[in-house]
């Protein structure tokens, strides 16, 4: 190459690198894209009785809201993801955004499949596809799920439902008389364990909890921005005590160990707590064995997942001296909702009195449950004083330093997580 030409080219270079460098010192940097919360799961953590429900897009992409109480239960607004629940109420410094993902009656199965493709399932996406869809806008950094009351082997509700008909049946009707109810005569006697998930139902809701959630970090090792996430597995807390307050055990002379006690059944169900007190200590069992499930589940993907952030929240104890029938006024200064039912039609007027009513009315409304389920499901669920607690123990269990934490409620009210 001649020294004129050599001389050309060294200086096309020189050109060339300072626009490079003229290019890339004033390109703009990629922005952050903004950080969120989402909850996935069940209706302890979608705000199931907290009120402030908020429209639900459904399946084809329309957002749902309140279509009626006498539409079908299947609509995606009865997802009841509320303004009130506890991912809302939780204080999460650095988070900017906040999704809820989660549906009342969320299943395992939900977390891939559309819930509608099961029986009593809502028209809404798979919770994994909702999740991809706010990764693509945001960087996700804590997850909330409460899965593994509801599963292919028992349902929350449907263990809740089995208790307290019981007690009404046994409050209302004679031993030898038949409970015309839609789902075949009802037993007028206290659950037992047995009665509400056997060993082998709890192992099954386990394996099935497990492969849901491991599908859920699985997709969050895909699409979070950054990689950085905390999840967060939070487990269940009795609506009930393990024992009502004295002056629920008995009126007018009769107990729940006898055959009918109507003032009794009024009144327990007027304080929100319409079960038998056999039915209790059998019902704390099943709810720390949903606690097993959970606790199980966050242990063997920890084990499977070892670089993954996750801390187990035991939220058991959070309502400890404000629960159901625990005090005499209750249900007031409860952290629960009370059992509340509807006539047929139902009209959004809830039956506060069972008072005087005779057991061709008791069914009647019973019933309403059946047919239209949205007029009871929030029964038994934390209310959103209650979702203002488990907020608190969210905003604890996503600032520990340990993997696993309890939230408890002192006798003074106070909400400590450790």
Known sequence: MSPLRRTVAMALVIAVSAVSATVTASAPATAAMPTAAIALGDSFVSGEGAGAYQPVVDAAGVAQGFPGWTAPNSNAFFCHRSANASLHRAALPGIQDRFNLACSGGQPRDVTAASSARTGGRQVAAQLDQLRAVARTHDIDLVLIGLGSNNSSFTFGGVAEKCANRFI?????GWWEFWA???GPVEQKPCTDADLATAAQVAAATAETTAAVRQILAALREVDADGQHRVVLQDYTNPLPLELDPAFHSEDGRDDTRDKFRALGA???AAGCPIHRASLAPGHRFSQGLGSIVRAT?????AEFPGA????LDVQRAFDGARLCERPNSPTGTLATPIRLMDNPPNGTFVTSLAGKDKIAIQRIANTCVTYFQSCQESWHPNAAGHEVLGRCLAGAAGAAARSVA????????????
């Open 169 to 173: 049946a046994d409050a209302w009707t």
């Open 181 to 183: 109810y839609l789902n």
């Open 267 to 269: 009144e327990r169900y």
């Open 298 to 302: 966050r242990d063997t993907l920890a």
């Open 309 to 312: 952030d996750l801390v187990y």
């Open 407 to 418: 939230c408890l409620r002192g006798s003074d009210g106070t909400i400590a997580v450790s």
